[in-house]
């Protein structure tokens, strides 16, 4: 019975620390992408140009393009995203890709129009040399409002 009890124990804990790790690397990336809206509402390209590689690529409602174009669409205002308003966000780490979409209802400002959408925006971050840098940022553009 003492056996069958220390199992359970050891089995529940193993559980609780390999969910703890999972979590540790959920946080990690939430944070990132928290601090990456915090960076392009402020335009703060240089910090962007360090998170986004090289081959990374954008999808918006009027087009696809590469880090460069993004990079400067955001310093030249061509997209002012001012605010994300973020209602739900959620992770997948597989080994060294974490998958990250937020719900959010984002304010921007788009060819000098102040406007609001809802999106879903997925965004894919690869760890390279030990630092998580953005891959894909995609936004697709929900029919309702987000979830009101």
């Known amino acids: 019975m003492k056996k069958i009890i220390l199992g359970l124990f050891l089995a529940i ?9 999972n979590s540790t ?19 703060n390209v240089a910090v962007l ?3 986004f590689d090289e081959k990374s690529m954008f999808v918006h409602m009027g ?3 590469g880090k460069q174009r993004e990079l400067e669409t955001i310093k030249s ?9 973020i209602h ?7 080994n060294n890709t974490a998958i990250l979409l937020n719900r959010i209802d984002l304010l921007a400002v788009v060819g000098g129009n102040e406007v609001t959408n809802p999106f879903m ?3 894919i971050y690869v760890k390279q040399n030990g630092n998580w840098k953005l891959g894909v ?6 029919l309702t409002p987000s979830g009101r």
């Open 49 to 51: 140009d360090s998170l």
């Open 88 to 94: 739900e966000v959620s992770v997948k780490v597989i």
């Open 13 to 21: 804990a193993g559980t609780q620390w390999s969910a703890a790790q």
């Open 25 to 43: 690397a959920d946080q990690e990336i939430i944070k990132l992408s928290r601090e990456k809206w915090r960076w392009m509402a402020d335009k």
């Open 121 to 123: 925006v997925t965004e």
């Open 63 to 65: 087009g696809s393009w």
């Open 137 to 142: 940022l995609s936004f697709t553009r929900l």
């Open 77 to 85: 205002g061509g997209i002012w995203y001012k605010k994300a308003d």
